[in-house]
């Protein structure tokens, strides 16, 4: 099984900055990504972004320039720098893993963590 666990999430004033982190346990072989996802009431799932095991990066457009995503491959941790940050950020935000647990594929999520960007 493997495990996320998120945290970071809370209030912030439009313009301000919030770092979530996430970190993977369990029976881990390998990672082959990890990233962050977001939704709101009412809407898929969409992707903020993700970063591969070789240390590829992808972003949503709306994200570029102002989130950045990293890892603790140590640690098997992911962290998500959100600077600048505008109401329409406002989400819940799920971690997500892309893993091989011995011979099998597995993903997995977090339980999420809400990001609230308010005056």
């Known amino acids: 099984q493997v495990q996320l666990v998120e945290s970071g999430g809370g209030l912030v004033q439009p313009g301000g900055s919030l770092r979530l982190s996430c970190a993977a346990s369990g029976s881990i072989f390998s990672i082959n990504a990890m990233g962050w996802y977001r939704q709101t009431p009412g809407k898929q799932r969409e992707l903020v972004a993700t970063i591969t095991s070789p240390g590829s990066r992808i972003y949503a457009d709306s994200v570029k320039g102002r989130f950045s995503i990293s890892r603790d491959t140590a640690k098997n941790t992911v962290y998500l720098q959100m600077n600048s940050l505008k109401p329409e950020d406002t989400a819940v935000y799920y971690c997500?893993?892309?893993?091989?647990?011995?011979?099998?594929?597995?993903?997995?999520w977090g339980q999420g963590t809400q990001v609230t960007v308010s005056s």
């Open positions: 997500n893993a892309d893993v091989w647990v011995g011979a099998k594929r597995k993903v997995a």
